[in-house]
């Protein structure tokens, strides 16, 4: 290809975008050396990274009923039977935070005034986003990088099972990551930023899910507190008069020595605190979308890291360091034979340097420029991997219908008849891509671990094809085929 060829190739705003595309994934991906290795800016995951999972499965039941009892009524007297906190989670069922067998809770609700219609061993979909909420907070919180957590939700929309992965970090540690709690701890400003200890998070016997007062319009969290805590806090409330003047001693929760909530107490409860302690508290935290999410977190935080539901570890397993280098080492010799091998067939079917050298510089371009995206959203575990090695088999597959459509019958079409022939080879492409899409996405949007992962990565591979590296090949190709 003659010099002025390259230059009026890369004034085409199609192959430019694709050479600015690779040089940026280069930069983002960042090879470099590090300790005398070679070392990238990639996330990997638990398989090339070396690590724990952990599975968990949740100690609860969602509950169908039937009763002919004022169904608040029902509730009421079903969590008193069973101790138990109970939620509506829709209109005839329940969500039973305590793990019960079902001739247990048949008998509970025939003595309530109902009647067991289903019975299914996990929690709701709301529940299960909350736990993966608090998870996710929790392992952020104390820097754990590479985890992730994903909630198994059958196809009735019921979670049993919630899996962290942890890359990079011991059995052992794990277990005490996933189970440790931060410290929880309320104080009441005393004078000016001088403030004095009321409770710890011990004294927190429950928390509630975010709840908006109806007629005030306002989200507040709602949880109770032990006897010893709500002595401690009235007592706390009268010493430091915040009962008569709380505005200049609010009370202040901390977790981890971080604050998390400052609000001064209510005039409604500063008059209960005359009167006598008070268990079940609210922590009100305003009206609108940004209430709710402050309520949402400040949850997370009354909890301290507990989850809402007890779980147990149904599942455990590891990836020593070593095993995930030696994984890296052969994913890298994996891709590298892939290109090596479909260059070779390519090669075998066109016999022409001017035609193969393209095709393959495209298709590592893509590649590329796919690892550079996933950088930022993905992380690369083996079946992200396997996603990239099949990205790169239907790239050459689409690049070989381009260049079989414009070489019909082994000849160089006119201007005019190139064109209308790329158009149709891209409208076989564009369908087909459509295609692996539509195939993906119950993937993407059902939480299958690391199927997910392999998913994104595909649909990922096939957009960037069709919208960036093919149509740039098809300038290139045209350009090769007018010398």
């Given at each position: 290809m003659r010099a002025d060829d390259v230059k009026r190739l890369l004034r085409d705003w199609r192959v430019l975008l694709v050479v600015i595309l690779t040089i940026a994934s280069l930069i983002a991906i960042f090879p470099h050396i590090d300790d005398g290795k070679p070392a990238t800016a990639l996330q990997f995951g638990l398989d090339l990274e070396g690590g724990a999972w952990l599975q968990l499965e949740f100690k609860a039941v969602i509950a169908g009923?039937?009763?002919?009892?004022?169904?608040?009524d029902f509730v009421g007297d079903l969590q008193k039977r069973l101790d138990a906190e109970v939620y509506l989670v829709e209109e005839n069922k329940l969500e039973i935070r305590r793990l019960y067998t079902e001739p247990e809770l048949a008998s509970a609700f025939s003595a309530s005034g109902g009647q067991l219609v289903s019975y299914e061993q996990g929690v709701s979909r709301a529940t299960a986003?909350?736990?993966?909420?608090?998870?996710?907070?929790?392992?952020?919180?104390?820097?754990?990088?590479?985890?992730?957590?994903?909630t198994l939700t059958s196809l009735s929309g019921i979670a049993r099972y919630v899996r962290v992965e942890l890359a990079g970090v011991d059995m052992t540690t794990a277990r005490d990551i996933v189970g440790k709690q931060g410290k929880f701890e309320i104080r009441i400003v005393t004078s000016g930023n001088q403030t004095e200890h009321v409770l710890f998070g011990d004294a927190i016997t429950s928390v509630g899910v975010p709840e908006r007062d109806p007629q005030q319009g306002t989200w507040g969290?709602?949880?109770?507190?032990?006897?010893?805590?709500?002595?401690?806090?009235?007592?706390?409330?009268?010493?430091?008069?915040?009962?008569?003047?709380?505005?200049?001693?609010?009370?202040?929760?901390?977790?981890?020595n971080r604050s998390v909530y400052s609000a001064p107490l209510s005039p409604d409860l500063a008059n209960q605190l005359r009167s006598g302690p008070v268990r079940v508290l609210s922590a009100s935290t305003g009206a609108g979308q940004e209430a709710l999410d402050r309520a949402m977190a400040l949850e997370i935080h009354l909890r301290a890291g507990a989850l809402p539901v007890e779980v147990s570890v149904a599942g455990s397993g590891s990836v020593p360091a070593s095993l995930g280098d030696h994984f890296k080492t052969m994913c890298l010799y994996a891709g590298i034979l892939a290109v090596l091998t479909v260059g070779a067939v390519v090669y075998f079917r066109y016999r022409e340097p001017m035609v193969v050298f393209p095709m393959m510089a495209i298709n590592v371009a893509e590649i590329i420029i796919l690892l550079g995206i996933a950088r930022f959203i993905q992380q690369l575990d083996l079946a992200a991997?396997?996603?990239?090695?099949?990205?790169?088999?239907?790239?050459?597959?689409?690049?070989?219908?381009?260049?079989d459509e414009v070489l019909h019958e082994g000849r160089v079409p006119s201007p005019n008849l190139y064109l209308k022939r790329l158009s149709r080879a891209l409208g076989i492409i564009v369908v087909a891509a459509a295609t692996v899409v539509i195939a993906m996405l119950p993937l993407v949007l059902m939480d299958l671990s690391t199927l997910r992962g392999f998913a994104i990565v595909t649909i990922i591979g096939v957009l960037i094809g069709v919208l960036v590296t093919r149509p740039a090949y098809g300038r290139i190709i045209m350009t090769i085929l007018s010398r």
């Open positions: 009923f039937d009763t002919d009892r004022p169904v608040q986003d909350d736990v993966k909420r608090i998870l996710e907070d929790k392992l952020n919180s104390l820097g754990t990088r590479d985890a992730k957590v994903n969290v709602p949880f109770t507190l032990s006897d010893e805590g709500a002595a401690a806090f009235r007592r706390a409330a009268i010493d430091h008069n915040a009962v008569n003047d709380p505005d200049n001693h609010e009370l202040i929760m901390l977790l981890d991997i396997a996603g990239i090695i099949a990205v790169l088999g239907t790239g050459i597959d689409q690049l070989v219908v381009i260049t």
